[in-house]
């Protein structure tokens, strides 16, 4: 996740041209709700593709296990295929995480449902394309050449739909990320808006995106949902909170997901998590497998932290007697 890539320049504009009740350029607004549900879990523990370091990127395994481990909301990619069918993939292209080559949108489902999805994963390394061939411990188990890990089948090494995610994790807090950073490529957000409304989903999910336009036309078809925003207004809203400043109002929206820092700039200060909470914004911060940067955040007083590392940050949460209720 890269939101606020160009956080200077976007932000410039973004002070200009964002009067403090738009929700997005040319969208609508929409009621602020009256309750935040997001402000009051915490500290999540928010598993980044379900962990990569500890298990295959954006797998079923990986969400499970990312679960076993304390997670409190899996935090998931998605992608359209050539045939209109949504799949959770971090990656624009298949082939830095499977034994495939070739862009997502041009890929067919039945193409991307052969792929082994654990191919280049190495226990505590995630995706690693240097290491002997011995490390690669659960490549093969997607293919069938070799067995699955008790309690588990090929299945869950392959890359999902999100409609297998959905159907797996009912009740289970999820983030969505919506991938589409290619022109070209047809949206799908009324796809991801109806499938999460067939599924009953409303505030225990939160759909983010770097393109403000993808978050505004989601919200355009389904407004249960909870949602992040993109790049032009988080990066409004942080240059709302320097100095005197407090922030903006961003209707419709119940968290800002950003880095801790971008380009040498610090991003999220105690300052900045205040005007947030002020104005009714979770704060949740991508993506952190450091321990000293955990125990830092949460003294800021952040709301969730997104890692690799989710057995990690278990045991920072552990330590400091901080439980999700």
């Known amino acids: ?64 296990t990312a679960l076993d481990k304390g997670a409190d909301v899996l935090e998931l990619d998605v992608h359209a295929t050539a045939d209109g069918e949504l799949v959770v993939l971090h990656d624009t292209t298949v082939d830095r995480t499977t034994n495939g080559t070739g862009r997502v949108d041009r890929l067919t489902l039945a193409q991307i449902r052969a792929l082994d999805a654990a191919y280049w994963f190495v226990p505590g390394c995630g995706t690693c394309h240097d290491q002997d061939a011995a490390a690669y411990t659960l490549r093969g188990v ?35 990320e919506i991938k589409r950073t290619r022109p070209e490529t047809t949206p799908y957000e009324r796809t991801m808006a109806d499938l999460l409304a067939e599924f009953g989903r409303g505030t225990d999910t939160v759909v983010a995106s770097f393109s403000d336009s993808a978050v ?16 032009t207004q988080a990066t409004a809203f942080w240059l709302n909170t320097l100095g005197p400043l407090t922030g903006i109002t961003l209707h419709g929206h119940h968290a800002l997901q950003v880095p801790p820092s971008q380009s040498g700039i610090p991003v999220v200060t105690a300052d900045f998590v205040a005007d947030a909470h002020r104005r009714g914004l979770a704060v949740h911060v991508w993506t952190i497998n450091d321990r000293a940067e955990m125990e830092r955040l949460i003294d800021l007083g952040v709301d969730g932290i997104m890692t690799d590392r989710p057995t990690l940050l278990e045991d920072v949460l552990q330590d400091r007697g901080i439980a999700v209720g």
């Open 142 to 176: 997607a293919t069938g050449d070799r067995p699955a890990p008790p309690g588990y089948t090929a299945e869950d090494f392959r890359i999902p739909t999100v409609r297998e995610v959905l159907e797996a994790f009912p009740g289970v807090l999820i983030n969505v």
């Open 1 to 64: 996740m890269n939101r606020l890539t160009g956080l200077a320049a976007a932000g410039a504009v973004a002070a200009v041209l964002l009067p403090t009740t738009m929700t997005a350029a040319g969208a609508p607004a929409v009621p602020a709700a009256e309750q935040n549900p997001w402000l009051e879990r915490r500290v999540l523990n928010i598993a980044h593709q379900g962990g990569e370091i500890e298990a295959p990127s954006d797998t079923l395994y990986a969400f499970e």
């Open 216 to 231: 505004t036309r989601f919200k355009l078809y389904n407004r249960e949902v909870s949602t992040s925003p993109g790049t």
